[in-house]
């Protein structure tokens, strides 16, 4: 599992499943939302000019060079998207 650590001791985190990955908000080692996609598309969110990524309580917008992750519409963190690919690549 790969992690990416946001301010107020939240934590991103990527788990490799058998045909998806699983996109995990946790605080403090507890899970707080998550949500499972495929890689494939996580990448195309990475490379391509698409701006917004899933519905529902966990959402990823990109805006440059950087990604905002926002829980029930709240920005709670912002990454790179070097990073996030950087993290994609290792799983």
Not at 62 to 85: A, P, R, T
Request: net charge positive.
């Amino acid at each position: 599992m790969e992690s990416i650590s946001l301010d107020n001791n939240l934590k991103f985190s990527f788990e490799k499943l058998p045909h998806t990955i699983r996109l995990v908000i946790s605080e403090n080692d507890e899970e707080w939302v998550c949500r499972k996609e495929k890689l494939k598309k996580l990448f195309s969110f990475a490379e391509m000019d698409k701006e917004h990524l899933f519905k529902g309580r966990l959402q990823l917008y990109k805006s440059g060079d950087k990604i905002n992750i926002q829980v029930k519409n709240e920005l709670i963190g912002l990454i790179s998207v070097g990073d996030f690919k950087q993290a994609l690549n290792k799983l």
